[in-house]
């Protein structure tokens, strides 16, 4: 069965970390760009950080820059989403999506059309930030 799988979230108190992993079952996640997108309630979808599969190009929105790292064990066919220094305003479901071709990293996560157009979607995992 094709699928990514996204597990790791959970409660945790402000300043705490987490360690998400997506990981893919059915094809070969080395081939892809993968992103990390984050929706809180009532708010838009945004790409925070999104990785390609050749260059290792990686693209970090501001509001995570510094605080969240993502890396990719292709042994394992997993990605990894760090963060570290949580805030209440990182609470929402984590998605990670997966493209074959993209032109940039910048646009896979920050331009909606690519969120339509995703090869594969995860089903998310929720992070709550809160003491």
């Known amino acids: 069965q094709v699928q990514l799988v996204e597990s790791g979230g959970g409660l945790v108190q402000p300043g705490g970390s987490l360690r998400l992993s997506c990981a893919a079952s059915g094809f070969t996640l080395a081939y892809y760009a993968i992103g990390w997108f984050r929706q809180a309630p009532g708010k838009e979808r945004e790409g925070i950080p999104c990785i390609s599969s050749s260059d290792g190009s990686i693209y970090y929105d501001d509001s995570v820059k510094g605080r969240f790292t993502i890396s990719r064990d292709n042994a394992k066919n997993t990605v990894y989403l760090q963060m570290n220094s949580l805030k209440p305003d990182d609470t929402a479901v984590y998605y990670c999506?997966?493209?074959?071709?993209?032109?940039?990293?910048?646009?896979?996560?920050?331009?909606?059309?690519?969120?339509?157009?995703?090869?594969?979607w995860g089903k998310g995992t929720l992070v709550t930030v809160s003491s």
């Open positions: 999506a997966a493209r074959r071709f993209i032109t940039t990293v910048r646009a896979m996560c920050s331009q909606i059309g690519y969120y339509y157009d995703m090869d594969y």
